[in-house]
């Protein structure tokens, strides 16, 4: 992108500096009723809110030894990590655990202070089930491709891969392909988007990319824009920002991010940002949330967006945490 971020008209620049006193703020709620209707989602949200902070180049934002403490203060016995303290260990809060970690450079905090990365690891494969290669959330047992993908990057990210039965996994990735491109949450259920970037990331970290049918996928991925530059998670649904990561992430992935209109998305998401107060929002004119911001950061810096820091298309974090952690 030639331009830089002084260039920019006013309506395309990132309100930066309010993104990151917005992020700030949130922990600091406690006292409404919202705050602790989401308690169910705080180390997601943290995780959400740390890789918005980097990802704008202030990984600095938030204190580095309270944010080990409250993640390693979410963690069971079994290995596996709650959405906050005395919450039950689940494969979503647990993935959110060990990305803020290598976000963080702290797997060294989760050896000393933590339960190890072994134990982890334990409590990620045992939720495989090693006939069909699927994967439950936690111990009830719900299967979706949302914790296939989850497992992979955890485990990815901690070198523990090999604790289970990747081509098993991979079969059942296949299982869940559609004639049309897309993927489902299990064999036979519609295409989605965020099921396809869960997919397609997952045989990308096994190494079987090739699995991909690139043409259709693309094609199915590519028709997610509609009018006014955003993007939908499947035919006619309204846009929505958080898919400007979901859509374009996988596009990235099989190489046909120039399927879609570069700048119309960029002016989509920024036209959903309070300028004045920080966050980012589904659509123009809606509350902000952290989940809407840090995805629609996300795909500005896919998007090569001038002044943010280029995000891993599979993992979700900054590619110089997954250069560091993966030692690519």
């Not at 990620?124 to 990057?153: C, K, M």
Request: proline share 3%.
């Amino acid at each position: 992108m030639a331009e830089t971020f002084s260039t920019l008209p006013e309506e395309l620049q990132l309100a930066t500096s309010a993104h990151v006193k917005y992020i700030q703020s949130l922990d600091t709620r406690k006292n409404q009723y919202e705050y602790w209707l989401t308690e169910h989602l705080r180390l997601n949200g943290l995780y959400w809110g740390l890789t918005a902070l980097h990802l704008l180049g202030h990984p600095e934002a938030l204190p580095r030894a309270e944010t080990i403490d409250f993640v390693l203060s979410c963690q069971h016995e079994c290995g596996g990590f709650g959405a906050a303290p005395g919450h039950d260990a689940h494969m979503l809060s647990t993935v959110s655990a060990v990305q803020i970690l290598a976000l963080i450079d702290a797997f060294d905090e989760l050896e000393t202070r933590g339960r190890g990365k072994a134990q982890v690891g334990t409590y990620i494969s045992n939720l495989q089930n090693r006939q069909t290669g699927t994967f439950a959330g936690d111990e009830w047992g719900e299967e979706d491709t949302r914790f296939l993908y989850g497992a992979f990057n955890a485990l990815s990210l901690l070198g523990l891969l090999h604790l289970v039965e990747v081509d098993k996994a991979v079969d059942h990735i296949v299982a869940c392909a559609n004639f049309d491109g897309g993927y489902g949450v299990m064999p036979g259920a519609e295409s989605h988007a965020g099921q396809i970037f869960t997919c397609v990331a997952a045989l990308t970290i096994a190494g079987r990319k090739d699995l991909v049918d690139v043409e259709r996928s693309g094609r199915w991925l590519s028709e997610r824009q509609v009018v006014g530059g955003g993007l939908n998670g499947r035919p006619e649904k309204k846009e929505d920002v958080c898919y400007s990561w979901w859509v374009l992430s996988s596009l990235e992935m099989i190489g046909k991010t120039h399927w879609i209109d570069r700048d119309q998305l960029i002016a989509f998401i920024l036209g959903c940002q309070d300028t004045e107060r920080g966050g980012i929002s589904d659509r123009p004119g809606d509350t902000v949330d952290v989940w809407h911001t840090v995805f629609g950061l996300a795909g500005l810096s896919l998007l090569e967006y001038p002044g943010l820091q280029p995000v891993d298309e599979v993992y979700c974090l900054p590619k110089s945490t997954i250069e560091r952690v993966l030692r690519r």
